[in-house]
């Protein structure tokens, strides 16, 4: 007889963007004339063209497959130096972080690694979530049997939820209770929000107290527009012993289809076994990702590294300015209509709280069915989120100009 992972069955009925989906296609199926008009601003997918230096440099990379005296089978499982001495020399090393280029691990997404990394974590660990969260953080834990089951708003026994409210400008309090495993991620998804360096301080200063560990996300960090606000956890003092960095180049080079991403465990952090030994970090994390991966594609890496020549950085940051752009049209929309309106300046999203006493599911059939555009219910993202809804701005700037004009035209 075979056995499931009966934690599966803890799961809530739907990953939040298969429900969206599923919803839509109901709609797009009862109402042909509406769909061809539908616009999408919930899932943050990328929609403008592959940098032309990264199209370059992968069909190079792809003519030296095609070439048995350069061709190239299976690659380090960690990334290919080049692309992570690329990494610590043009990322980490101008915002001053001590990163070497071994402790950056190239992988297919940081999606995965966010996910992957609990391999390495036993079952003992408090697990800190902030709320709203992007769900990835909080099913992975349930997959992996770190929770008891949900209450009816969504939130599992075992987790710590730490609130992200206009109150606290979307950066949880500390805790007041042992945690030893803290996702945190800034520029934050879902609400766009941006934490400080006297905030991030205070998180690793509390970390580093209680001997935890901070999974920190900055995979929309490029959109960071203002002054003063950290792009790295490494940025601040101490981190290298708290902390494991995820990002990406999904949102950074639109790399979405590609897949493309990096997490960076430094050297020095270390955990405990059951014994109370400590243990460094690095050696796990590497021998993980030698047993259970390949590593990324010849010719994806290739083109990563070309996001940093000359070339590659002005069309990155034509991209974001781009994505910006179509943020700001999309906030004004909202701040028109007198919406209480969050996000959008750092981020590529903008978090909405709606009208009162309106659901972020009722709020998101209202945009379906009146203005036939997607957004992504707040309550998806955790008990916090509800009574918020997130408009990406991932699209078109003719799909944003309308989108905005739509908000306007609603009936607020």
């Known amino acids: 007889m075979a056995y499931l992972n009966e934690n599966y069955f803890k799961l809530k009925a739907g990953y939040l963007f298969p429900e969206i989906a599923r919803r839509v296609a109901t709609f797009t199926s009862d109402n042909k004339e509406a769909a061809a008009r539908l616009i999408r601003c919930g899932i943050g997918d990328v929609t403008e063209a592959l940098p032309a230096a990264a199209r370059t ?15 190239r089978g299976y690659g380090p499982e960690q990334g290919y130096s080049f692309l992570r001495e690329a990494l610590a020399n043009e990322v980490y090393a101008p915002l001053g972080c001590d990163i070497a280029h071994d402790e950056i691990f190239i992988s297919d997404g940081s999606k995965c690694d966010t996910g992957n990394i609990l391999d390495i974590f036993g079952p003992k660990n408090r697990i800190a979530i902030t709320d709203p969260v992007y769900p990835v953080y909080v099913d992975t834990n349930v997959m992996c049997g770190h929770t008891g089951e949900a209450d009816d708003t969504g939130s599992y026994g075992g987790l710590v939820y730490l609130p992200c409210l206009p109150s606290n400008g979307f950066v ?127 010719p994806v890496q290739r083109a990563a590294q070309a996001l940093f020549s000359p070339e590659g950085k002005k069309e990155v940051a034509d991209l974001i300015t781009h994505y910006l752009g179509n943020a700001t049209l999309l906030r004004e929309a909202c701040l028109a209509v007198d919406l209480q309106v969050f996000g959008g300046v750092n981020a590529p999203y903008i978090w909405v709280k709606c009208p009162d006493g309106v659901k972020s599911w009722d709020m998101f059939d209202r945009f379906l069915h009146e203005a036939n555009v997607v957004i992504t219910p707040g309550a998806g993202f955790g008990a916090a989120g509800e009574g918020y809804f997130r408009i990406s701005a991932f699209n078109s700037r003719a799909n944003a100009e309308e989108t905005a004009r739509r908000i306007r035209s609603m009936k607020w």
């Not at 003519?63 to 061709?71: A, H, K, V």
């Not at 360096?197 to 490029?222: G, P």
């Not at 080079?253 to 460094?280: E, I, N, Q, W």
């Open 57 to 71: 440099a992968m069909k190079a990379a792809v003519d030296e497959l095609g070439d048995r005296t350069t061709f």
């Open 172 to 298: 949880p309090a500390l805790p007041l209770e042992k945690v030893d495993l803290i996702y945190l991620c800034y520029p934050n998804n879902p609400t766009g929000a941006t934490a400080t360096y006297e905030q991030l301080s205070a998180w690793v200063h509390f970390a580093r107290e209680n001997q935890a560990i901070i999974l920190f996300d900055a995979a929309y960090e490029a959109y960071i527009t203002e002054p003063g606000v950290p792009r790295s956890i490494f940025e601040i003092e101490g981190a290298r012993d708290c902390a494991i960095e995820f990002r990406s180049f999904s949102k950074h080079g639109g790399f979405t289809g590609v897949r493309c991403a990096y997490t960076v465990v430094p050297k020095d952090l270390m955990a405990s076994s059951a014994d109370g030994k400590r243990h460094r970090v690095h050696p796990l994390w590497s021998r993980r990702q030698s047993t259970k991966f390949n590593g990324v594609s010849y």
